[in-house]
């Protein structure tokens, strides 16, 4: 088992190392797509969208929420899916957090990719005097590896403020590069 996530590990590395992760092909924003098309609710503009997966200045997944935070892209929606199948149970509703796990809501300020990939991967322990947090490891769930881009993108949405609580109303087409990239990894 161990084997197994450190070799998704390595593939979530190699995918940020060459800019890929999460895409499938490398076709650059839709026909018609102008730069004004990237504007988004939040602090965080993506700077770049390939295959509906948006991306910031630095690579890494980002969101792109419109309307007043009505609408967001499918990976946005896909991660609040996520979240809320695998994450919710310690992390609470919305990633407010509860008695026994942080909030990620205030975990991802200023967290990049990397950083939260390795955690999720790998797991954390936190010990003092008082309390012990540890959040497992995660790398051979593959309900977890296989979106791990999404979660992060929903929670980085939650984390800028750019959208609230709750479902999100409406969302962006599934891309067919989504559905590739997720046959191929649930295999």
Known sequence: MRRAADRIAGLI?????????????????PAGAASTDLKSEGPTQPAKVQ????????????YHVTDGGKKVDWYTMSGYVRYNSNCIVCHGPDGMGSTYAPSLVDALKGMDYAHFAGIVVGGKKDVNASQELVMPAFGDNKNVMCYLPDIFTYLRARSDGALGRNRPPEHEPKPAAFEKAEDACMK
């Open 51 to 62: 295959d509906g997966q948006y991306t910031d200045k630095n690579g890494d997944p980002t």
């Open 13 to 29: 590395l190699a995918g940020l190392a060459a800019g890929t992760l999460g895409a499938v092909s490398t076709s650059a924003a």
